[in-house]
């Protein structure tokens, strides 16, 4: 096979379509600034089903598309390509019958993509390979078939190839002979058919039929009026699909004449029925021209795209500026002041039909002209169409950084100028690059569009741009949220801001927000909220300060949406990057700066637009590019933009404003200040009531006073009738509108006053958590209760306090309203009161310890009270404090098991045994006692309450074999004990504080004898007494025989 040589520069002699100027509007006709209508609908118009009127085309305005003289310029093209094997099928993915496309809108079908064995089932946009989540719809000519340019296709980052193209006749057949045919059928496309079925992706063969002279259209109207010439295309088209087990068809029929509207659609349904029929692969798409939905054509946008139709328009987004222009742009702008744009050209689409049905065209190739100037969008010099030359990415991209890139800021693409002096003119030129290509791209995410489409692939020519920027926007989702805060009032009456905000994000979704916000006194921004799910908040600021917000919203991959700067005050002449508001009655806004372009809405006085360019100079006035209908900002919604005059000589149509990002808060009823925060509406004479202080700056005609529960409604109104300026109150007698008292909650008193015909409110209109925190009154008809008390039980210990919590902060503590009594004296008990009401908690700390084993009794009475006097019922409890006879152990200490047979006890309340348990030890062991009492109903001696081991649960009794060491009991003797001593040998002992033996001391008595003893104690479960003279002085004797205390 061979190439034709070619350079970067395409030559191309044939003029292409022109889109430049706008649709006249339908209807009522066009309106001039002030919305009188002016001319008539053009002749050729058709009216849809819906009633829209799509407008006749001006004259001279319809021109071979690109793709079109593309076309022409290789007709003669003589490629000798090998023939190919048959490729191999595409494995058909897995069929998803519902999945819903989030930026589509609900109830919007999806492009399906077709499986090759012709069920006719077809999978969805959650089938597209490669991890896209778009469409990406290349066009790949026959005369890029060749190992130098395919080296470059990426098959990983595009779903769809229209191999471009085989021409159909009007009798119904292909041409089969030449380059196209050959082409189709040979081996290089046998490569990129297996390659991409490889990848997942369809290959789909272009049919073309150009009809841009008076014999071709002829042809085309011959072939599509006719039944038997549409059934022979169709079966030689399912024939060359099947044979190269290619996936689908692409038709590009252009142009189409209004008269074989229905003609087509009927064909294009026959087409998808027969690829249906016959089991191959289904997949149909239709190109149009960018002003299909702008012109009166012969594409049927709705029956093109309904079911049993396409699967999806191939919209054809560039040759906006072409050869023949009369003034030099782009290929594809964005916004436009002076010719249908991009982003208008998009919103006709979707007027017509379903956005996931729309493939968007974006132009891989610039234009340049000779121009009169270097100005942007300079005029073209005459014969301007001679001059004028195409070039791929690679060339324009190339000239621009030899000669300087520029940017159009409206247009939204770079551009280029240079003097040549070998031709003696300015040379201009405008193509899309990675930056250009991007807005583009994500006006089709936000938009929530079917996909991106090209022509064509491999103008790149090995450049990695493209196809990296196809990855970020399509596959791996870099793009953050949209979004802004909520419109605000440019002066907010009253003391609260309500500020709300909302993004969409067309890939992972939202995962939350932060929000900033700044007094405008200030440079700084202050986080107001961080992180948050909520859309919505309340912020109380400072009267007469105004506050600019922000917010960013942040994806589920953590793109997160920049800050917007702030924004300046408005001057006193409109500003690009500024607002403005309506002044007029009514403005119209227009397709393109002129009163002869459609107008796109009419906007009423007050309404807040953004300035976006000019000023540009038409029809006597000086326009302006503004968005407008936009309810936050930035708008989380893609934006409508159109054109707007900025006045005449009788006055301004739109004045400066602030953005919708400030307010400044200004309440005209000042001084607003409930009396009292909580009240006890019960009839009981005390805070049954609510008030609250405010002042007028003017006489006022009426005020009212409404009380708004949490929930925010009005449960009783006051008329306070007609109020001189100066300070006011107002009260809320507590009752509902039922006449009953209001139930417990919060309530907000908002005042409504009327004045020279404006309403204002106070202190703000709505009621929530934060409203209510600052301005809010409580109903409190709850009393107070305890919510905790200690001590209690039998068990306590003499130096406790009694501490009490209340469920709300209280009043009326007092020596006599919270007492403590013991009540086995009679005595009442001294004690400090303390109360703490961040913590609600009131404590009696007794001057001395308490009796042992006493009975006390502690109360408190209806003198303690809470805020709005909601009485405390009358409490009491009782608690015993620790007989002497018994120790409690905190932490539980070690008691000593000697060898041997031990058992354990479980008494009842009267001291009978419940439960026993005997275990003889080997060794001497060891086990946890909390408790050592000598008061065990009907038991002698002491008992140790056991913890842990075999014992746990159990008593077990004191004894030399079980004992705690060192020192258990110790009674001090005062005056001192008389011990007798019997004759004999006797032993004295001094112990370590633990029990150990430290020192010993025998003497042997010839005869009774006696000493004097301070204490006695039980040592290592032994009884003893502490010798304070005679031969055993400062030694512990043990009690037994021989030795006795008198």
């Known amino acids: 096979m061979g190439k034709r040589p070619r350079s970067t520069l395409l030559l191309l002699a044939v003029l292409v379509i022109s889109v430049c100027q706008p649709a006249v509007v339908t209807g009522t006709g066009p309106f001039t600034p002030s919305g009188k209508p002016a001319a008539p609908l053009a002749p050729g118009s058709i009216r849809l089903p819906n009633g829209r009127i799509l407008p006749a085309q001006p004259p001279g305005l319809e021109r071979p598309s690109e793709m079109a003289v593309e076309w022409l310029a290789h007709a003669n093209d003589r490629i000798v390509f090998t023939p190919g094997a048959r490729p191999q099928a595409l494995v058909a993915p897995p069929i998803v019958q519902t999945v819903t496309d989030p930026s589509a809108g609900a109830g919007v079908d999806l492009i399906p993509l077709a499986p090759t064995d012709g069920s006719g089932s077809q999978a969805t946009l959650a089938s597209l390979p490669n991890g896209l989540r778009k469409q990406v719809f290349g066009f790949l000519p026959y005369w890029m078939l060749n190992a130098s340019d395919l080296q470059w296709m990426r098959y990983d980052l595009i779903s769809t190839i229209a191999y471009f193209g085989v021409a159909a006749r009007?009798?119904?057949?292909?041409?089969?002979?030449?380059?196209?045919?050959?082409?189709?059928?040979?081996?290089?496309?046998?490569?990129?058919?297996?390659?991409?079925?490889?990848?997942?992706?369809?290959?789909?063969?272009?049919?073309?039929?150009m009809a841009w002279d008076s014999a071709s259209a002829s042809a085309q109207a011959t072939l599509l009026k006719s039944p038997t010439y549409?059934?022979?295309?169709?079966?030689?088209?399912?024939?060359?699909?099947?044979?190269?087990?290619?996936?689908?068809?692409?038709?590009?029929?252009?142009?189409?004449?209004?008269?074989?509207?229905?003609?087509?659609?009927?064909?294009?349904?026959?087409?998808?029925?027969?690829?249906?029929?016959?089991?191959?692969?289904?997949?149909?798409?239709?190109?149009?021209?960018?002003?299909?939905?702008?012109?009166?054509?012969?594409?049927?946008?709705?029956?093109?795209?309904?079911?049993?139709?396409?699967?999806?328009?191939?919209?054809?987004g560039y040759d906006y500026s072409y050869s023949g222009s009369s003034r030099a742009g782009g290929v594809a702008p964005m916004e436009s002041s002076y010719m249908l744009d991009v982003n208008q050209s998009v919103a006709d689409f979707?007027?017509?039909?379903?956005?996931?049905?729309?493939?968007?065209?974006?132009?891989?190739?610039?234009?340049?002209?000779?121009?009169?100037?270097?100005?942007?969008?300079?005029?073209?010099?005459?014969?301007?169409?001679?001059?004028?030359?195409?070039?791929?990415?690679?060339?324009?991209?190339?000239?621009?950084?030899?000669?300087?890139?520029?940017?159009?800021?409206?247009?939204?693409?770079?551009?280029?100028?240079?003097?040549?002096?070998?031709?003696?003119?300015?040379?201009?030129?405008?193509?899309?690059?990675?930056?250009?290509?991007?807005?583009?791209?994500?006006?089709?995410?936000?938009?929530?569009?079917?996909?991106?489409?090209?022509?064509?692939?491999l103008m790149d020519e090995g450049v990695s741009d493209l196809?990296?920027?196809?990855?970020?926007?399509?596959?791996?989702?870099?793009?953050?949220?949209?979004?802004?805060?909520?419109?605000?009032?440019?002066?907010?009456?009253?003391?609260?801001?309500?500020?709300?905000?909302r993004a969409v994000d067309v890939g992972a979704g939202l995962a939350s927000y932060t929000v900033q916000l700044r007094d405008r006194a200030s440079s700084t921004w202050t986080t107001w909220r961080t992180a948050t799910t909520a859309t919505s908040a309340t912020y109380i600021g400072t009267p007469g300060h105004a506050y600019e917000f922000r917010v960013a919203a942040r994806d589920k991959l953590g793109n997160t949406q920049p800050w917007q700067p702030a924004v300046a005050n408005p001057g006193s002449a409109l500003t690009v990057g500024g607002f403005a508001s309506v002044v007029a009655d009514t403005l119209n806004v227009r397709a393109a700066a002129g009163t002869s372009f459609e107008s796109l809405i009419q906007l009423s006085k007050g309404t807040r637009v953004a300035v976006l360019a000019g000023p540009v100079s038409s029809s006597g006035y000086a326009w302006y590019q503004v968005q407008f209908g936009f309810s936050e900002w930035p708008s989380a919604d893609y934006p409508r933009t159109g054109w707007a005059a900025a006045g005449d000589a009788s006055g301004a149509f739109l004045a400066p404003t602030v953005a919708p990002t400030v307010t400044t808060l200004s309440p005209w009823i000042r001084s607003y200040l409930p009396a009292v925060r909580a009240f006890s509406p019960n009839g009981d004479g005390r805070f049954d009531s609510a008030s609250l202080a405010y002042t007028l700056p003017a006489a006022a005609d009426g005020v009212r006073l409404d009380l708004l529960n949490a929930s925010g409604v009005v449960v009783d109104s006051s008329n306070l009738g007609a109020q001189a300026a100066g300070s006011h109150a107002a009260t809320w007698d507590g009752h509902v509108t039922s006449g009953s008292w209001a139930p417990a909650g919060s309530y907000l008193l908002r005042l409504t006053a009327t004045s020279g015909g404006a309403t204002h409110v106070a202190p703000t209109t709505g009621v929530n958590a934060t409203v209510l925190a600052r301005w809010g009154v409580?109903?409190?008809?709850?009393?107070?209760?305890?919510?905790?008390?200690?001590?209690?039980?039998?068990?306590?210990?003499?130096?406790?306090?009694?501490?009490?919590?209340?469920?709300?902060?209280?009043?009326?503590?007092?020596?006599?309203?919270?007492?403590?009594?013991?009540v086995t004296s009679g005595a009442g008990v001294i004690a400090t009161l303390a109360y703490d009401p961040a913590r609600r908690v009131a404590t009696l700390r007794p001057s001395a310890a308490?009796?042992?084993?006493?009975?006390?009794?502690?109360?408190?009475?209806?003198?303690?009270?809470?805020?709005?006097?909601?009485?405390?019922?009358?409490?009491?409890?009782?608690?015993?404090?620790?007989?002497?006879?018994?120790?409690?152990?905190?932490?539980?200490?070690?008691?000593?098991?000697?060898?041997?047979?031990?058992?354990g006890y479980r008494f009842d309340?009267?001291?009978?045994?419940?439960?026993?348990?005997?275990?003889?030890?080997?060794?001497?062991?060891?086990?946890?006692?909390?408790?050592?009492s000598k008061a065990v109903p009907g038991r002698a001696g002491a008992w140790f309450y056991v913890t842990n081991g075999v014992w746990a649960g159990y008593w077990v009794a004191e004894s030399p074999r079980v004992y705690l060491p060192g020192i258990a009991e110790l009674v001090t003797y005062s005056p001192a004990r008389t011990v007798a001593f019997g004759a004999g040998t006797h032993t004295g002992y001094r112990f370590t504080t633990s029990g150990q033996v430290s020192a010993t001391k025998s003497y042997a008595l010839a005869r009774s004898s006696s000493a004097s003893a301070d204490r006695w104690a039980v040592i290592n479960g032994r009884a003893y007494v502490l010798m304070v003279n005679g031969v055993w002085a400062g030694y512990w004797m043990p009690i037994g025989t021989g030795v006795t205390v008198k």
Not at 368 to 396: D, F
Request: hydrophobic share 40%; aromatic share 10%; net charge positive.
């Open 170 to 209: 009007s009798d119904g057949s292909l041409a089969t002979s030449g380059s196209t045919w050959s082409g189709w059928n040979s081996a290089a496309m046998t490569g990129v058919i297996n390659a991409a079925h490889r990848k997942g992706d369809r290959v789909v063969l272009t049919v073309t039929m």
């Open 230 to 316: 549409r059934t022979r295309l169709v079966n030689n088209i399912v024939a060359a699909v099947r044979n190269r087990s290619a996936d689908g068809v692409n038709l590009d029929f252009e142009p189409l004449a209004t008269t074989l509207r229905s003609y087509y659609t009927a064909f294009v349904r026959q087409l998808k029925a027969g690829l249906v029929a016959a089991h191959i692969g289904s997949y149909l798409t239709v190109c149009t021209t960018a002003g299909a939905a702008t012109w009166a054509t012969g594409y049927d946008l709705a029956g093109l795209t309904a079911s049993g139709a396409s699967d999806g328009i191939f919209a054809m």
């Open 350 to 457: 979707l007027s017509l039909m379903p956005a996931a049905k729309l493939i968007w065209g974006v132009p891989y190739y610039g234009r340049t002209w000779h121009t009169t100037s270097s100005a942007l969008n300079a005029a073209t010099v005459a014969g301007a169409s001679a001059y004028s030359k195409a070039y791929y990415y690679t060339g324009a991209k190339s000239l621009a950084a030899a000669h300087g890139r520029r940017w159009d800021a409206l247009g939204k693409v770079p551009w280029f100028t240079y003097y040549d002096s070998t031709v003696h003119s300015y040379i201009e030129g405008y193509y899309d690059d990675i930056t250009s290509l991007g807005v583009k791209y994500d006006m089709i995410n936000r938009r929530g569009l079917g996909g991106v489409g090209m022509w064509h692939l």
């Open 467 to 501: 196809w990296n920027l196809l990855a970020n926007k399509f596959q791996k989702d870099t793009v953050p949220p949209a979004g802004g805060i909520g419109s605000l009032p440019s002066v907010t009456d009253g003391y609260a801001i309500n500020v709300r905000w």
């Open 778 to 822: 409580t109903a409190d008809r709850t009393a107070p209760t305890l919510t905790s008390h200690a001590p209690t039980g039998t068990l306590v210990l003499s130096n406790a306090t009694v501490s009490v919590t209340f469920s709300e902060p209280v009043t009326g503590l007092s020596g006599s309203s919270f007492t403590l009594r013991d």
């Open 850 to 903: 308490l009796t042992r084993g006493h009975l006390f009794r502690v109360a408190l009475n209806s003198t303690v009270q809470d805020a709005v006097g909601n009485a405390l019922a009358p409490v009491s409890w009782s608690f015993t404090t620790l007989s002497p006879l018994i120790t409690l152990y905190q932490p539980p200490r070690v008691l000593v098991f000697s060898a041997g047979t031990t058992t």
């Open 909 to 932: 309340a009267t001291g009978g045994v419940i439960a026993s348990r005997s275990y003889r030890l080997d060794r001497p062991s060891s086990a946890s006692t909390s408790q050592r």
